[in-house]
């Protein structure tokens, strides 16, 4: 990946500007040469338009299938709200950088998790002219990814006694408030344990959050429509 150097000419809609000049090329060649960071610029549409082999390794595309591409059609549903939010900060000015939560999809549609920096690049004349996103993939999260096809991967009823797990409801209350024994709870929550690689309840609604299934801009927690099946 070739990063932009200080005095390097920046596109305008009517070719190059020669006075627009990227004052942190400096800090950006620094992070590039760090070894394991996923690196990637992003016009002001939010599209790639470059990318290190890292970054293209960790979300499966090939180089040329991965540029141009919006960067939301990376990242799972569930956390375009707050990351829409950060860049939205970028553009008015209000910080120059941020660090939010990641759930990203990569190969075979599987869903990883860890955070993302975002930071806003601006010419010599105070303009903004691009985004540098560095994704730091959660260590050893790969092999107990979860493969999520095409993002919907509860039923109805799942969700609602996810929901219903989140708040803290027990077993015999989700049964008499969905019509169903304790032994059929019991059954979709070993359902989703097993969907969703947690070992207990507790690990799930973690997960849940994690991964963008349970939304974290809501009271009383609600499942995205884009797991439910």
């Not at 990351?83 to 599987?110: D, S, Y």
């Not at 709870?185 to 609604?205: C, D, I, Q, S």
Request: aromatic fraction near 6%; charged fraction near 20%.
């Amino acid at each position: 990946m070739h990063t932009v150097a200080a005095g390097s000419l920046v596109p305008n809609h009517t070719g190059y500007d020669h006075t627009a000049v990227v004052p942190d090329a400096d800090v950006f060649r620094s992070l590039l040469e760090r070894s394991g960071l996923c690196l990637a610029r992003l016009d002001l549409q939010l599209r790639v338009v470059e990318a290190n082999d890292d970054f293209v390794t960790q979300f499966g595309h090939s180089r040329e299938s991965l540029l141009g591409r919006s960067f939301y059609e990376l990242l799972h549903p569930g956390v375009h709200g707050p990351m829409r939010k950060q860049f939205a900060r970028l553009v008015e000015g209000r910080r120059q950088r941020f660090v939010e939560h990641l759930a990203g999809i990569g190969p075979r549609h599987a869903v990883f998790t860890g955070d993302i920096t975002g930071i806003a690049v601006h010419d010599a004349h105070g303009d903004l002219v691009q985004f540098v996103v560095v994704v730091n993939p959660e260590k050893g999260e790969q092999p107990n990814a979860v493969v999520v096809d095409r993002n919907r991967i509860l039923t109805e009823l799942d969700a609602r006694i996810l929901e219903g797990i989140a708040t803290g409801e027990s077993t015999v209350r989700l049964a008499s408030r969905l019509f169903l024994s304790r032994q059929g709870v019991e059954y979709h929550v070993g359902t989703m344990l097993k969907k969703l690689k947690a070992p207990n309840r507790a690990a799930l609604v973690s997960r849940a959050y994690s991964l963008g299934v349970l939304s974290v801009a809501s009271w009383p927690p609600r499942v995205s429509a884009d797991y439910i099946k």
